[in-house]
């Protein structure tokens, strides 16, 4: 019964315990006569004080199970008091059942009750002031401040710092909430990138491979030395590939929460614009023709923007592999401020007149990591060739 009254047994038990204590108070006070009603009622019905006193408790046991209902009950009970000569003891337990009432109950509930006892205090000071004829009869009024209104303004005040409180904690509630989200979004837009990465790697290995598989495959005739080559070329592109899936892969695994973990897999050298010349011989050596140019003085770069240079031109010359016309060059310039990055190769003629030159992903990838470092980027056909553009700041020294 008190689940789907929506208050708990415990909480319950406590109001009636609460009403209980009132009640015996109350009964105390009559009992000893210590204060007797206000307005002198006959012998025979001072007895009735006790009732109307435990149906006026009997609203402060029902003070959150039924709001409403608990302040009808006591409003009866006290009403019918003061019909019979208002005695102190009742009094008193009404002012708990206001309070209670603007607590617990609805917000229409307190603006009613602050109406209506604010209302029947001016009422009775003006018909004090009529009845006595001067600006004493004004007092008629403050024992109803005293007994309805301030019981009123005071459940009010805690009611607004209990929903203030609530309202704080709504808040938190929310922010954290939030922020989970929000580290969940980083989480979920570095493994993106991370999968990206994975992809300009392996695509460049696998491309090597793929290309040299073909020729060996399709050319008639080959001689043990350009079979050699050609099979040490795929060797070294697919452990190159393979070690750094595993570094990718060790990269994207969650750690266990507890427990011993796995050991690592042994990791890659990281690349950067150190390694473009070997990335260059691999291109050569898979069969493109591949003329690199370096300006500027060479130092030292973050190593964001130097695995971020290093991947546009590998992406590029994965590209120009695959789809252009065998001849590619590469221009990096080190400039104050920035590394300057340009790819360009001939496109052959079919592409020239508008084929599809892949699914773009690489283009994607090449774009975001400029802009990741707030660099420029540009890439699609200028006359008969296809360029690549980026610019990536430094900003400072390297890291």
Known sequence: MTGLLGVGRGTLWRDLALAGLYLVGGLLIVATGAYREIVPAPAEVRFMFSVTLAVTCAGVALRRVAPRAGLAVGTVGTVTDVLLGVSLATILVYTQVLYDAVVYGPPRLWRWLLWITSVLAVG??????????????????????????????TGLTVRQYRDQAAAERD??????????????????????????????????????????????????????????????????????????????IDLLREPAADGPQAPALPRTVEPGLAAVDRLVAQARGAGLDVRLETTGTVRPLPANVDLAAYRIVQESLTNALKHGAGRAEVAVGYDPGLVRVVVSNPLPELAGRGAALGAGAGLVGMRERAELLHGR???????????VHAELPTGGEAT
């Open 171 to 248: 808040r938190a509630e929310k922010a954290a909430r939030l922020a989970e989200l929000d580290r969940r979004q980083a989480i979920t837009a570095e493994r993106t990138r991370m999968a990206r990465e994975l992809h300009d790697v392996v695509a460049n290995h696998l491309s090597a491979v793929a290309i040299h598989s073909t020729a060996v495959l399709s050319v008639p005739g080959l001689d043990r030395p350009k079979v050699e080559q050609a099979l040490q070329v795929i060797r070294e592109n697919s452990v190159q590939g393979l070690a750094e899936m595993r570094r990718m």
């Open 124 to 153: 009775l000071a003006v018909a004090g002031l009529v009845a006595v004829g001067s600006w004493t009869g004004v007092a008629a009024g403050i024992p109803a401040v005293l007994a309805g209104t301030l019981p009123v303004l």
């Open 377 to 387: 980027f540009d890439a699609g056909r200028r006359g008969p060739a296809w360029l």
